[in-house]
Antibody, heavy 119, light 107 residues
Framework: QVRLQQWGAGLLKPSETLSLTCAVY????????WSWIRQPPGKEPEWIGE???????NYNPSFKSRAALSVDASKNQFSLKLTSMTAADTGVYYC?????????????WGQGTLVTVSS | DIQMTQSPSSLSASVGDRVTITCRAS??????LNWYQQKPGRAPRLLIY???SLQSGVPSRFSGSGSGTYFTLTISSLQPEDFATYYC?????????FGQGTKLEIK
């Protein structure tokens, strides 16, 4: 059964860059889209973007100018960088596996990283 | 972006009750609709995908229906572990979007 484990700094100052990495254990790395989703406090999840095993990416236009996704298929890992962080970016950030060639859905999630942006 | 609107935003119910949560899309999304359960401090858990398909390992008391713009999630007989927040999610068009959530509380 696939397991996602994520890590990265959780406390940032305004204007700094968020850097998170997610490792995939126990499952295939190819054939899926590997996603980042964030959830502001008390609000619904928000999709940031996704990458496949060969580095192809799709972004939410709301984040496209600030987000950069990358993959290291040799390590079964994928990463998110989000620049120019502000207090509005505070929340829990999740990595997730996006499954389904016809109907897409997130069937596996990392444990989440609480990211706080504060001076 | 496609807007997803859930109702109610919160719901009080008792163990054994049958409850239904609705989700409406701002435009037709066919059956590209998923449901998740989230407990405090935990990641969301997939319950239903493609509007009505039960994810492996999810109890059969959970069911989903609908297509187009109107969808429902039904829990046939509430169990204590079902008290959580539920989200719908559309994967019809990029960007994927989620409903604002329905918090299911114990009466």
């Amino acid at each position: 059964q696939v397991r996602l484990q994520q890590w990265g700094a959780g406390l940032l100052k305004p204007s700094e860059t968020l850097s998170l990495t997610c490792a995939v254990y126990g499952g295939s790395f190819s054939g899926y889209y590997w996603s980042w989703i964030r959830q502001p406090p008390g609000k619904e999840p928000e999709w940031i973007g996704e990458s496949n095993h060969s580095g192809g990416t799709n972004y939410n236009p709301s984040f496209k100018s600030r987000a950069a996704l990358s993959v290291d298929a040799s390590k079964n890992q994928f990463s998110l960088k989000l620049t120019s962080m502000t207090a509005a970016d505070t929340g829990v950030y999740y990595c997730g596996r996006y499954t389904g060639y016809t109907y897409g859905y997130f069937d596996s999630w990392g444990q989440g990283t609480l990211v706080t942006v504060s001076s | 972006d496609i807007q997803m609107t859930q109702s109610p935003s919160s719901l009080s119910a008792s163990v054994g009750d049958r409850v239904t949560i609705t989700c409406r899309a701002s435009q037709s999304i066919s059956s590209y609709l998923n449901w998740y359960q989230q407990k405090p401090g935990r990641a969301p858990r997939l319950l239903i995908y493609a509007a009505s398909s039960l994810q492996s390992g999810v109890p059969s008391r959970f069911s989903g229906s609908g297509s187009g713009t109107y969808f429902t999630l039904t829990i046939s007989s509430l169990q204590p572990e079902d008290f959580a927040t539920y989200y719908c999610h559309q994967s019809s068009s990029t960007p994927d979007t989620f409903g604002q959530g329905t918090k299911l509380e114990i009466k």
